[in-house]
Nanobody, 127 residues
Framework: VQLQASGGGSVQAGDSLRLSCASS????????MGWFRQTPGQQRDFVAA????????SFADSVKGRFSISRDNSLEMVYLQMDSLKPEDTAVYYC?????????????????????WGQGTQVTVSS
């Protein structure tokens, strides 16, 4: 499985960005997908996750109400819509794929549960 994240950039506080993640090489419709972010010297933090069907989603408290996650299984894409961006959202954002062995659950907020990772895309939010 290969994941390619894109859509990052430099924006002002209050702006929006949509990150995209393209998957190839696996059965995308069987995978739970997640977004994480990381700043220099820090651990990779959970942002959002979506179940293989799209029926279930989960968000970090810090982004609830501002970010949304969606997927298109026909295109093998997952998206992270980020609205009302804040300077503290500045990070490298990574998409990740979970092969679904444990189903859907809170374990998907843990980075080590994911099987595949994309290369990351930088998001910089200026005040």
């Amino acid at each position: 499985v290969q994941l390619q994240a894109s859509g990052g950039g430099s924006v002002q506080a209050g702006d929006s960005l949509r990150l995209s993640c393209a998957s190839s090489g696996g059965t995308f419709s069987h995978m739970n997908m997640g977004w994480f972010r990381q700043t220099p010297g820090q651990q990779r933090d959970f942002v959002a996750a979506i179940s293989w069907s799209g029926a279930s989603t989960s968000f970090a408290d810090s982004v609830k109400g501002r970010f949304s996650i969606s997927r298109d299984n026909s295109l093998e894409m997952v998206y992270l819509q980020m609205d009302s961006l804040k300077p503290e959202d500045t990070a490298v954002y990574y998409c990740a794929a979970d092969l679904g062995t444990l189903g859907w659950g809170p374990h998907l907020q843990r980075a080590y549960e994911y099987d595949y990772w994309g290369q990351g895309t930088q998001v910089t939010v200026s005040s």
